[in-house]
């Protein structure tokens, strides 16, 4: 059983199952930078669409073909193989070097990239700058009553689901965990800087995941309670909520506007102080993990914080056909579309 397998779900069983991504074309990804290419610099602000490709053989793909250093290739945030996708990469470009043509760079039955814009830009893209993703997602063989699938569909519109990690995040059969696993009992190690950013994301994410179910089975992952840390949605600020403010501060979360927070767990950040009553209901959840967590502290990775709770926007489910039902909406950075569909629909098996 994966990691996600076993978190509770908020709103009950998904009321049907379906068939997720049977062909690259049913799950569609459009990222959004919510910002736009400066027309001057060092740099190229490249438009990419992808079909079977990971992010990273896609820019590996892009190196060749333009003859540039890989290392220099800077994205916003990694995208799925089986599925199209739109996103964004910079690629160094010598600022006296007129600008490269777009157009087909790979196609065959497989797999395909095409380069669809190309602007200059003064810096390297990094990791996480972008606002969100646009989703278009077809759900085919789908087993379950529409009336039910309507009903869910307006409460995750209405009130949210939990802003889970998704399985992409530790790897198949949980492997990642395996690894940051041993790595932190002293019997492995991570194989570069890169993976070892990817053990610890899958550790601290693991751990995230298990307050925010506890919050789940008490019943509270959505609502405020006094001393917990709360953000406002899609923001990075955090404040605490105050026993004076419980009312205003529920009706703020019933409108999708403030959400509280869980612990991405690692040294302690003087700069997001945690009131004893919450820092003692996590630490229960969490005890188990101590010794992770020191791990993380002598890697110096710093504790944060991120929204137990997860918007979804502009959620519209269209039904195409009686076994198939295509899905819009939007995400903000870091969230995945697989925890929305998991709480919708259960995953046939092939």
């Known amino acids: 059983m994966s990691a996600i397998d076993s978190l509770p779900f908020a709103w009950g069983p998904p009321p049907g199952r379906a068939t997720i991504a049977a062909i690259p074309e049913d799950f569609q990804v459009d990222e959004r930078l919510g910002f736009t290419a400066e027309g001057a610099g060092p740099h190229l602000l490249v438009r990419i669409r992808k079909r079977g490709l990971t992010t990273m053989r896609a820019i590996q793909i892009i190196a060749d ?24 990469l910079s690629v160094p470009w010598h600022v006296n070097a007129a600008c490269p043509a777009g157009g087909m760079v790979l196609a065959d039955e497989t797999a395909s990239l095409e380069i669809l814009e190309i602007d200059r830009h003064r810096r390297k893209l990094p990791v996480g700058a972008l606002s969100g993703n646009e989703f ?8 379950a009553s529409p009336g039910a699938m309507a009903r869910r569909v307006v409460t995750l519109a209405r009130h949210g689901v939990p802003n889970y990690f998704g399985r992409q995040r530790f790897g198949r059969d ?23 950013s990817m053990l610890i994301s899958a550790a601290r994410s693991a751990m995230f995941n298990a307050v925010l179910a506890q919050r789940v089975r008490d019943g509270d992952w959505r609502w405020p309670r006094p001393g917990d840390l709360l953000t406002l949605d899609g923001r990075g600020s955090l404040f605490t909520a105050e026993t004076e403010e419980a009312l205003f501060n529920r009706r703020r979360a019933a409108g999708l506007r403030i959400h509280p927070t869980g612990p991405m767990p690692g040294a302690e ?15 229960g959840v969490l005890a188990e993990w101590s010794p992770w967590i020191e791990s993380l502290a002598s ?26 039902w295509q899905l819009r909406f939007w995400l903000t950075r870091g ?3 697989t925890v929305v569909l998991r709480e919708l629909v259960a995953e046939a098996e092939c």
């Open 65 to 88: 073909h333009w003859q540039v250093d890989r290392r220099g290739i800077g994205y916003a945030g990694r995208k799925d193989r089986v599925a199209v996708t739109t996103q964004w």
């Open 174 to 196: 949980d492997n990642n965990l395996v690894r940051a696993r041993d790595w932190f009992a002293g019997t492995g190690r991570p194989r570069s800087r890169n993976d070892r």
């Open 136 to 143: 278009t997602l077809t759900l085919r063989d789908v087993e």
């Open 269 to 283: 950040n003087r700069g997001q102080a945690l009131s004893e009553t919450l820092a003692e209901r996590e630490a």
């Open 299 to 324: 890697q110096r990775v710093v504790a944060d914080r991120r929204a137990l709770r997860l918007s979804v926007h502009g959620l519209a489910a269209l039904q195409l056909d009686p076994a198939t």
């Open 335 to 337: 969230a995945y579309a």
